[in-house]
């Protein structure tokens, strides 16, 4: 259990520890610009940059993996003119602010599927990805053009074009075999997930990996998302026991 404690001799309070892997869904962006007679566009870029703002936090409160979902499967389905706006902020932040992350030891993934995007916006991650893989400070992973339920068929696919190749035994298949095939394989199970926006639902992102993730829900909008709002979802998650289906 993560709890605070008073250490009588010292006088001081022992903050609670940081979750290894925060995943958050930056929800509230249009919500917010509306609130203020803005366009969409402004909600959106307001958005992106708050990215190295909260990348920022979580890396100095001791988060060691971060996963913010930035665009799902089913986004392709708003006005093209919304998701050209998207597509152009994606695109900046790749040109213009992976020199940063790299600077302050961030690295950066990308995850989903990649094949509905441009070319150039394919060779920017691509590009991201590289320049920034021997970084350990952060583990920034952006789930763009992903979906739970798409993770979990991929996985399933290429399980089974393995099987069916003999290069795996379908009798030793179990939850940690078909985890392995999942986007975020190589990563911890997310602690602690966090939706802004004051919505209460996870909308198809990490289907599996939050099995036994704590759900904070947020009321402020993602662009007013700081590092303040961040930690009372820290001290909130730190207050919580988590059982994993088993008892204290």
């Given at each position: 259990m993560m709890r605070v404690e008073l250490q009588h001799e010292a006088n001081i309070w022992e903050a609670p520890a940081a979750p290894r892997h925060v995943a958050i869904i930056m929800d509230g962006n249009r919500?917010?610009?509306?609130?203020?007679?803005?366009?969409?566009?402004?909600?959106?870029r307001e958005g992106a940059n708050n990215v190295r703002a909260v990348?920022?936090?979580c890396a100095d409160a001791g988060v060691k993996y971060l996963t913010?979902?930035?665009f799902s499967t089913e986004n392709w389905c708003r006005p093209e003119r919304e998701v050209a706006v998207l597509m152009d902020l994606m695109r900046g932040f790749l040109q213009d602010d992976v020199d940063e992350l790299h600077g302050k030891n961030v690295r950066l993934s990308i995850v989903g599927d990649r094949t509905r995007f441009d070319r150039e916006l394919q060779a920017l991650m691509d590009r991201a990805e590289r320049i920034t893989r021997p970084n350990e400070?952060?583990?920034?992973?952006?789930?763009?053009n992903y979906g739970g339920r798409w993770d979990i068929t991929q996985a399933a696919r290429r399980l089974a074009l393995d099987a069916r190749a003999g290069r795996v035994d379908p009798a030793r298949i179990d939850d940690g075999v078909f985890a392995s095939y999942l986007n975020l394989a190589a990563l911890p199970a997310p602690d602690l997930c966090v939706r802004t926006g004051g919505e209460q639902r996870i909308s198809n992102f990490l289907l599996w990996d939050l099995a036994y993730t704590e759900l904070y829900f947020a009321a402020e909008c993602w662009p007013?998302?700081?590092?303040?709002?961040?930690?009372r979802a820290l001290l909130e998650f730190g207050s919580r026991q988590r059982r994993f289906g088993g008892r204290d």
């Open positions: 919500r917010w610009a509306r609130r203020r007679n803005l366009s969409a566009a402004n909600g959106y990348a920022e936090a913010l979902f930035a400070r952060l583990f920034l992973t952006i789930a763009a007013d998302f700081d590092a303040d709002a961040l930690q």
